[in-house]
């Protein structure tokens, strides 16, 4: 069985990506980064926000959003986007074991050819007025969420 996957849409904030590969590591999920990152990827906040368990995610490396999705396509799985832009709520949508989730840029989000190309999209309910959750809490969230419905590892 394939197991659920963490992709990361050109991450800004090192800190926030450190602390998704700690959380996967944790879950027994794979990430998947999408460059470039607004980073380099041995920056010491990464390392700092992942602790030692970086060592241990399964992460993988994209050159290119096109490379990504190649990679996506013939894999055939399924790309479910956390959006703010979604009508569904990421608690209403029946999730895959072999799902990846996507997440975009702290900054600005997945470009619109991103967006079209996800097979679903969710969002998490906020108050009115509030633009986001931080990226690593909303990965949290939804993987949680997918993880309940679809069982742990």
């Known amino acids: 069985m394939s197991r659920l996957r963490i992709a990361l849409y050109q991450p800004d904030i090192a800190g926030n990506t450190g602390t998704i590969l700690r959380l996967a590591a944790c879950l027994g999920l794979s990430v998947d980064l999408i460059e470039p990152a607004g980073f380099d990827i041995s920056d010491r906040s990464l390392k700092r ?17 096109q490379h ?15 959006s703010t832009k979604a009508a569904v ?8 074991p072999d799902d990846i989730l996507l997440f975009g840029r702290e900054s600005a989000g997945v470009p619109e050819a991103v967006h079209e190309a996800a097979d679903a999209r969710v969002l998490i309910p906020m108050v009115e007025g509030r633009r986001s959750i931080n990226v ?18």
């Open 136 to 153: 690593a809490l909303s990965a949290a969230m939804i993987a949680g969420e997918a993880l309940r419905q679809t069982g742990f590892a």
């Open 89 to 96: 709520r990421y608690t209403d949508l029946a999730y895959r």
């Open 49 to 65: 926000a992942g602790l030692d368990y970086i060592a241990s995610a399964a992460l993988t490396r994209h050159v290119t959003w």
């Open 68 to 82: 990504f999705e190649d990679w996506r396509r013939q894999a055939g799985r399924r790309l479910v986007l956390a």
